[in-house]
């Protein structure tokens, strides 16, 4: 399959602790590329933009309240089958359930501080690489 990118956000618990390097040369070993990152403190609009699907979800709220809670740094990463290498190196949303030798496996401190945020579907990633990047700050 062609090289292609997806959308990867290290989260506050992670820059928390300085792990900011630490995931991404896991990501880096995996075969992803970083075309574009920036540190962020996200607003709550864009938290609860960005996690529009989840709202009616019962964890919302914190949710929201979490990733407001400190710096995160987004990212675009390139990579053939970016979308799935990602979502593989990251290993399952809830840490209990992650792999051994993934991000959240090594990082995670629970369901919601999971450490990484990973695009789903290439339609998706598209999406939110838009809402945080412009076309010209992504460089291949
Ligand atoms: P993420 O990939 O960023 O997408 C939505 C996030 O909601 C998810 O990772 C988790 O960190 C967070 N979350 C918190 N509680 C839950 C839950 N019970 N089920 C699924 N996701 C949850």
């Known amino acids: 399959m062609a090289a292609n990118r997806t959308f990867s956000i290290i989260k506050p618990d992670a820059?928390?602790?300085n792990l900011t390097?630490?995931?991404t040369k896991m990501l880096e070993d995996a075969g992803l590329r970083?075309?574009?990152s920036k540190r962020i403190q996200m607003t709550r609009k864009q938290a609860e933009g960005f996690y529009a699907v989840h709202k009616e979800r019962p964890f919302f709220d914190d949710l929201v309240a979490f990733m407001i809670s400190g710096p995160v740094v987004v990212q675009v990463l390139e990579?053939?089958?970016a979308v799935k290498r990602n979502r593989d190196i990251m290993?399952?949303?809830n840490?209990?359930?992650?792999?051994e030798g993934t991000i959240r496996k090594a990082h995670a401190e629970s369901i919601e501080a999971n450490s990484v945020h990973g695009s789903d579907s290439d339609e998706n990633?598209?999406?939110e690489i838009a809402f945080f990047f412009k076309p010209e700050e992504i460089v291949g």
Not at 95 to 99: S, T, V, Y
């Open 15 to 17: 820059t928390r602790r």
């Open 21 to 23: 390097g630490a995931v």
């Open 34 to 36: 970083v075309v574009a």
């Open 79 to 81: 990579g053939e089958d």
């Open 91 to 93: 290993g399952a949303t």
């Open 95 to 99: 840490p209990e359930n992650a792999a």
């Open 125 to 127: 990633a598209a999406t």
